[in-house]
Nanobody, 124 residues
Framework: QVQLVESGGALVQAGGSLRLSCAASGRTFSRYAVGWFRQAPGKEREFVAAINWSGGVTIYADSVKGRFTISRDNAKNTVYLQMNSLNSEDTAVYYC?????????????????WGQGTQVTVSS
């Protein structure tokens, strides 16, 4: 199975920035679409951003559009989530997910592999 490891989560002040990384194993990573999801305590997991296999297509949740940027470096088997202008509502555990296909989906049920998550906390 594909192994995913997220990193970069931290405690930051409102208005600050973080860059999350998702490192993946496997030779076929470059063929896969990748999504970022987040989940706050007591709330359902929600879609944040996704990128198709080539990086040519990206989709963002309305709540993060204009503030977050997803990108990928297939040579490094890594996907990034640059988060700017963070606010307290961005506080959550952020998960990287991969599906065995190149097309983006925003539904978490369409993704096959998940990382452990990385905690992002934004102080008010």
């Amino acid at each position: 199975q594909v192994q995913l490891v997220e990193s970069g989560g931290a405690l930051v002040q409102a208005g600050g920035s973080l860059r999350l990384s998702c490192a993946a194993s496997g030779r076929t990573f470059s063929r896969y679409a990748v999504g970022w999801f987040r989940q706050a305590p007591g709330k359902e997991r929600e879609f944040v951003a996704a990128i198709n296999w080539s990086g040519g297509v990206t989709i963002y949740a309305d709540s993060v559009k204009g503030r977050f940027t997803i990108s990928r470096d297939n040579a490094k088997n890594t996907v990034y989530l640059q988060m700017n202008s963070l606010n307290s509502e961005d506080t959550a555990v952020y998960y990287c997910a991969v599906r065995e296909g190149g097309v983006i989906y925003t539904y978490p049920t369409r993704y096959d592999y998940w990382g452990q998550g990385t905690q992002v906390t934004v102080s008010s």
